[in-house]
Every structure is written in C-alpha cells, then in structure tokens.
C-alpha cells in the first residue's frame, strides 16, 4: 500500500489530524471524532520536513488520490505543500485546538491471530449485510438478526462485538497480505496492517458490550 490507498481509508474516519514528519517518515495518531475509533500511523518516506502541521485530513486524500506514487512535501507560507513534477497541490496548515492524541497501552495477553486481509474484508462485508454488529467467538465470526444469520468458521480464544459500520471502514478489499487482530472480551480490537521497512498501520475500535 501507498500513503494514496492509507489515507483514503483514513479520511473515513477523521476529519483532521496532526501530520508528523521526522525526515525520515510521516506519523500519524488520531480519532475519531466520536471518540470509538484511533488510527495509528508510521509510514517511511524521505523527507526533509521536521515538524508537526495540523491539516484536513479529507483534502489532504483527495489530493493524494491524484498522485500514482508518493509525492515529495515541503511547506510554504503557512501551507502544506505536495508535489511531484510539475503537479503541485497546497493545504492551509491550521492552528489545533484540541488535545494531540497518544498511543495507549494495551494488554491483549496473547489474544491474537493473523488473517488474510481480503478475507477479512469479505467477512465484514458479508455480515454487514445482515446486521450492525459482529461478534468474534470461539467458533468463528457471526452477525444476526431476528430473521437471519451470517457466520464464518475461525477458530478465536474469546467472544467480543464491534461496530460493522467502523469495521467497513477499516478493510482493505485487495490488499494481498496477512494482517493481524487482537482482541478481548469487552475491550479494544486492533486491527494492524504492515510492510516491513515501509509502514505500520493500526485501526483501534472500541467494543459494544451487551446489556
């Protein structure tokens, strides 16, 4: 994946984010604004930016999408500038006014398993079809309602519930690689995506407990 598939996935969840640029990658920790989900991103680019630029999250992925490849970033009279070539792009860099938001510690005490990305994908997508939820048991992964039922057979440790509505936006429907989920009873799933010495893309979700 390239930071144009990343953040048009990430600009579905947040509207605005602090872009961290460190010379040698591009970091990004956010929620929503709802405050169920954070994304968590460390992603390796040469740069010769050194800085933090609070930005809109959905222009800066629309002005990605118009890049085939990683474009180059520099800043400009209170602009993020993106460029490549003779294409060049600028984003109004804006004071931030809230608190920046930090990596929390999680325990997940071995609670974890890797799964096909576009497997992944199709699961959530199908029971999406049948419910809001999901829940993750020890028999495998399963959505119903008073008049249907989806499941899909995958052995798992705990039973949890999450958000299809979150889950849809944090899927990858051609990403050719394993990810990994972790997860407990009650508690916050993590959904990680990486390519070694490239990047390290994380999805946190809080759970639906019920009643």
């Known amino acids: 994946m390239n930071l144009k598939i990343i953040f048009e996935k990430i ?3 947040v509207n605005e984010g602090t872009l961290i ?4 990658s591009l970091k990004l920790i956010e929620m929503d604004p709802a405050n169920v989900a954070e994304v968590i991103l ?3 680019i040469k740069s010769k930016l050194k800085g933090k630029y609070f930005i809109n999250i959905r222009n ?3 002005i990605l999408n118009r890049f085939k490849e990683d474009p180059e970033f520099d800043v400009q009279d209170g602009y993020l500038v993106i460029k490549e070539g003779d294409s060049v792009f600028k984003i109004k860099i804006i004071e931030r006014v809230d608190k ?9 005490k071995e609670n974890e398993f890797f799964i096909d990305a576009r497997r992944f994908h199709k699961i ?3 029971a999406d079809n049948i419910s809001e939820n999901i ?3 020890k028999e495998g992964f399963l959505a119903e309602e008073d008049l249907s039922k989806y499941d899909c057979k995958f052995p798992m440790v705990d039973k ?6 979150y889950l849809r936006k944090m899927t990858f429907e051609y990403l050719q690689s394993n990810m990994k989920i972790e997860y407990k009873k009650d508690y916050v799933l993590r959904l990680t995506y990486w390519r070694k010495d490239k990047y390290r893309l994380e999805f946190l979700l809080a759970p639906r407990v019920d009643e």
Do not use: G, R
């Not at 640029?21 to 040698?24: G, I, K, L, M, T």
């Not at 949890?160 to 509505?165: D, H, I, N, R």
């Open 100 to 108: 920046e938001f930090k990596v929390p510690k999680l325990d997940y």
């Open 42 to 44: 460390e992603y390796k």
């Open 60 to 62: 800066f992925a629309i």
């Open 124 to 126: 959530v997508e199908d």
């Open 135 to 137: 829940y993750f048991t």
């Open 21 to 24: 640029f460190d010379n040698e």
């Open 160 to 165: 949890a519930k999450y958000s299809l509505e």
């Open 11 to 13: 600009k579905e969840l």
